[in-house]
C-alpha cells in the first residue's frame, strides 16, 4: 500500500467535501450556519481548484471545501484533486463525497503527494488519505508504484543514472518478479549484431548496453516493450545548446515508463509473454564518436547515413526494434523522447501515438482517455517516406528541410517492423515542465497507464 494511505485510519479524519460552480449554491445552504458564513465571508465561489478549510466551533477545521470542474465541462481535469496534498494542512483526510471519478480522484492524490527525496532528508506524507470504497486499492496502489519507479529514475541525475545503474535497475526488477535477465555490454554488442547501439554509445566511458529480460508462460501471446535508454543525449558531434541539454537526463524517458509497464505487467500476472528491451548509452563527444555523414550497418541490414548525430535514439531503437521483431511478437510497443517536433506540435502533455492497427488505435485513444493519460494519434504517412531516402546509404537517420519531423521518426522505425503482428510507437516527452494536478514538475511517466489498462482489457 502507497505510504500516503497508510496509517490514515488511525489518525483522526477531516471530511473533503467536493463542489463545483454548479452545486455550489445548494452545497452552501447545507452546511452549518458558522460555516456558511465563514465560506461567504471568504467570497469562496467554487471555481474550480478552489480550497476552503472550515472551522469548527473549537477552532480545529472541521471540514474541506474543494471546487472540481463542472461535469462535462470542455477543461475538466480528472486530476483536479491532485492538487490537494500541496494545499492540506498534514493530516488524514476522507472523501465526504465522491468526486466526478472516485477511482482517478484517488489515484490523482497519491501521485500530487509524490516528492522526489534522493538526495534530501525524506519526509514521512504529511498529508494521508483514507482510502475509500468501491476501488481496487491494490490496482491503484500498483499504478501509483509504477508512476513513482518512472519518476525516479528519469529524475536521477545522470552521474548516478547512466547505462550501468539503468541496468541494474533493470535487473531489480527482473529479479523480484522471476524474471530471466541479460545484457550484452561494450563491443560485445558488435559481436552480438547491434551497431548502431554500439555507434552511439562508444563515445562514452560508460559502456554502452542492450538490457534484455522476458517474463511469463512461452505459451502465453508475446508482448514486447522496446524503450529508449539514451541516459545523456549531448546531441553528440552535433552538439547541443546548453539549454537544449540542461533536462537531457530524461532521455532515458522512454526506458523508464516501459519499466514502469512491465511493472504493472508482471506485477497484476497478466497472461502475456512479455520481453523487455532497452538499448541503455550515453551519447557523448570524443575523438571516436560518430560524426555526421557516417554509415553504419543496421542489425536488420539497411545502411544508415547519419544526417545528424543528435537524433541517436531512432538508431538504438533502431536495432533493438530488429531483435524484437526477429520473434514476431503479437504486439510491440516502443516508447521513447525522441523529437522536438512531437513537442511543437503537440505540447509536453500530449504524446503522439503511430500504429497502422485501426482496431490498436482505437482502443488506445479510449484507454487513454479513461485513464487521464493523453496520447493522440499521428499518421505514418506513405508519402513522407521517401524523405529517408539517402544518396549513399539506404536510409538518412535525420532528413533535411525541418517538416514533420515526428512523423519522419516513426516512419524510420517503421523500417525495422515487419514480423510484429501489431506495432506501436510512441514519441513521449517524459518531463512535466510546469506543476499541473498530480503531476509535480520533473520527470513524467506518459502513456504506460493507458497501455496498461489496453492490455489488462485484453490479456486480463
Given at each position: 500500500m502507497h505510504?500516503v494511505?497508510e496509517?490514515a485510519a488511525?489518525?483522526s479524519v477531516?471530511?473533503?467535501?467536493f463542489v463545483?460552480k454548479a452545486?455550489w449554491?445548494t452545497?452552501c445552504a447545507?452546511l452549518?450556519?458558522?460555516?456558511?458564513q465563514?465560506a461567504?465571508?471568504n467570497?469562496?465561489?467554487?471555481k474550480?481548484?478552489d480550497?476552503?478549510?472550515?472551522?469548527?466551533?473549537?477552532g480545529g477545521i472541521?471540514?474541506?471545501?474543494f471546487?472540481?470542474?463542472?461535469?462535462?465541462?470542455?477543461?475538466r481535469?480528472?486530476f483536479?484533486v491532485?492538487?490537494l496534498?500541496k494545499?492540506l494542512?498534514?493530516?488524514a483526510?476522507?472523501?465526504?463525497n465522491?468526486?466526478?471519478?472516485?477511482?482517478?480522484?484517488?489515484?490523482?492524490?497519491?501521485?500530487?503527494?509524490?516528492k522526489?527525496?534522493?538526495?534530501r532528508k525524506a519526509?514521512?506524507?504529511?498529508?494521508?488519505?483514507?482510502?475509500?470504497?468501491g476501488i481496487?486499492?491494490d490496482d491503484?496502489?500498483?499504478?501509483?508504484?509504477?508512476?513513482?519507479?518512472?519518476?525516479d529514475?528519469?529524475?536521477?541525475p545522470?552521474?548516478?543514472?547512466?547505462?550501468e545503474?539503468?541496468?541494474?535497475?533493470a535487473?531489480?526488477l527482473?529479479?523480484r518478479?522471476?524474471?530471466?535477465?541479460?545484457c550484452?555490454?561494450g563491443?560485445?554488442?558488435?559481436a552480438?549484431n547491434?551497431?548502431?547501439?554500439?555507434a552511439?554509445?562508444k563515445?562514452?566511458?560508460?559502456?554502452?548496453r542492450?538490457?534484455?529480460?522476458?517474463?511469463g508462460?512461452a505459451?502465453h501471446?508475446?508482448?514486447?516493450?522496446?524503450g529508449?535508454?539514451?541516459?545523456?543525449d549531448?546531441?553528440?558531434?552535433?552538439?547541443?545548446p546548453s539549454?537544449?541539454?540542461?533536462?537531457m537526463?530524461?532521455d532515458?524517458?522512454g526506458?523508464a515508463?516501459?519499466?514502469?509497464?512491465?511493472?504493472?505487467?508482471?506485477?497484476a500476472?497478466l497472461k502475456v509473454?512479455?520481453r523487455v528491451?532497452?538499448?541503455?548509452?550515453?551519447?557523448?563527444?570524443?575523438g571516436?564518436?560518430?560524426?555526421?555523414?557516417d554509415?553504419y550497418?543496421s542489425?536488420?541490414?539497411?545502411?544508415?547515413?547519419i544526417?545528424?548525430t543528435?537524433?541517436?535514439g531512432r538508431l538504438?531503437?533502431a536495432?533493438?526494434?530488429?531483435?524484437?521483431d526477429?520473434?514476431a511478437?503479437?504486439l510491440?510497443?516502443?516508447?521513447?523522447t525522441?523529437?522536438?517536433?512531437?513537442r511543437v506540435a503537440?505540447?509536453?502533455d500530449?504524446p503522439?501515438?503511430?500504429t497502422?492497427?485501426e482496431?490498436?488505435a482505437?482502443d488506445?485513444?479510449r484507454?487513454?482517455k479513461?485513464?487521464?493519460?493523453?496520447l493522440?494519434?499521428l499518421?505514418?504517412?506513405p508519402?513522407?517516406?521517401?524523405w529517408?531516402d539517402?544518396?549513399?546509404a539506404?536510409l538518412?537517420?535525420?532528413?533535411s528541410?525541418?517538416?514533420a519531423?515526428?512523423?519522419?521518426?516513426a516512419l524510420?522505425?517503421q523500417?525495422f517492423?515487419?514480423?510484429?503482428t501489431?506495432?506501436?510507437?510512441v514519441?513521449?516527452?517524459g518531463?512535466?515542465?510546469?506543476?499541473?494536478p498530480?503531476r509535480p514538475?520533473?520527470?513524467?511517466?506518459q502513456a504506460?497507464?493507458?497501455i496498461y489498462?489496453?492490455?489488462s482489457q485484453?490479456?486480463?
Amino acid at each position: 500500500m502507497h505510504p500516503v494511505f497508510e496509517t490514515a485510519a488511525s489518525l483522526s479524519v477531516t471530511p473533503i467535501s467536493f463542489v463545483s460552480k454548479a452545486n455550489w449554491e445548494t452545497a452552501c445552504a447545507a452546511l452549518p450556519d458558522h460555516a456558511r458564513q465563514f465560506a461567504k465571508a471568504n467570497g469562496y465561489a467554487a471555481k474550480p481548484g478552489d480550497y476552503l478549510a472550515l472551522p469548527s466551533p473549537t477552532g480545529g477545521i472541521e471540514q474541506v471545501i474543494f471546487a472540481l470542474d463542472d461535469l462535462g465541462g470542455k477543461s475538466r481535469d480528472p486530476f483536479r484533486v491532485g492538487q490537494l496534498p500541496k494545499l492540506l494542512p498534514p493530516g488524514a483526510y476522507r472523501f465526504a463525497n465522491a468526486p466526478h471519478d472516485l477511482r482517478l480522484a484517488t489515484l490523482a492524490f497519491a501521485l500530487g503527494s509524490y516528492k522526489f527525496d534522493r538526495y534530501r532528508k525524506a519526509e514521512a506524507p504529511l498529508v494521508r488519505l483514507l482510502p475509500p470504497e468501491g476501488i481496487d486499492l491494490d490496482d491503484v496502489s500498483r499504478v501509483i508504484e509504477a508512476v513513482t519507479l518512472a519518476r525516479d529514475l528519469i529524475n536521477t541525475p545522470a552521474n548516478d543514472m547512466g547505462p550501468e545503474q539503468l541496468a541494474a535497475a533493470a535487473r531489480e526488477l527482473a529479479e523480484r518478479f522471476g524474471a530471466s535477465f541479460s545484457c550484452t555490454v561494450g563491443d560485445d554488442l558488435l559481436a552480438q549484431n547491434f551497431p548502431l547501439i554500439h555507434a552511439v554509445g562508444k563515445a562514452s566511458d560508460r559502456a554502452p548496453r542492450l538490457i534484455d529480460f522476458s517474463w511469463g508462460d512461452a505459451a502465453h501471446p508475446k508482448v514486447t516493450l522496446v524503450g529508449k535508454g539514451v541516459c545523456f543525449d549531448s546531441g553528440g558531434l552535433d552538439l547541443k545548446p546548453s539549454s537544449g541539454m540542461l533536462i537531457m537526463k530524461k532521455d532515458m524517458g522512454g526506458a523508464a515508463n516501459v519499466l514502469a509497464l512491465a511493472l504493472l505487467i508482471m506485477d497484476a500476472k497478466l497472461k502475456v509473454r512479455l520481453r523487455v528491451l532497452i538499448p541503455a548509452v550515453e551519447n557523448a563527444v570524443a575523438g571516436n564518436a560518430m560524426r555526421p555523414l557516417d554509415i553504419y550497418p543496421s542489425r536488420k541490414g539497411p545502411t544508415v547515413e547519419i544526417g545528424n548525430t543528435d537524433a541517436e535514439g531512432r538508431l538504438v531503437l533502431a536495432d533493438a526494434l530488429a531483435l524484437a521483431d526477429e520473434e514476431a511478437p503479437e504486439l510491440l510497443i516502443d516508447l521513447g523522447t525522441l523529437t522536438g517536433a512531437a513537442r511543437v506540435a503537440l505540447g509536453p502533455d500530449l504524446p503522439p501515438f503511430y500504429t497502422d492497427d485501426e482496431t490498436l488505435a482505437l482502443d488506445v485513444a479510449r484507454c487513454a482517455k479513461a485513464e487521464n493519460d493523453p496520447l493522440w494519434r499521428l499518421p505514418l504517412w506513405p508519402p513522407y517516406d521517401s524523405w529517408l531516402d539517402s544518396k549513399v546509404a539506404t536510409l538518412n537517420n535525420a532528413p533535411s528541410g525541418g517538416f514533420a519531423g515526428s512523423i519522419t521518426c516513426a516512419l524510420f522505425l517503421q523500417r525495422f517492423v515487419e514480423a510484429a503482428t501489431s506495432w506501436l510507437h510512441v514519441d513521449i516527452y517524459g518531463w512535466t515542465p510546469t506543476a499541473k494536478p498530480g503531476r509535480p514538475e520533473g520527470g513524467e511517466c506518459q502513456a504506460a497507464r493507458a497501455i496498461y489498462k489496453l492490455l489488462s482489457q485484453r490479456y486480463g
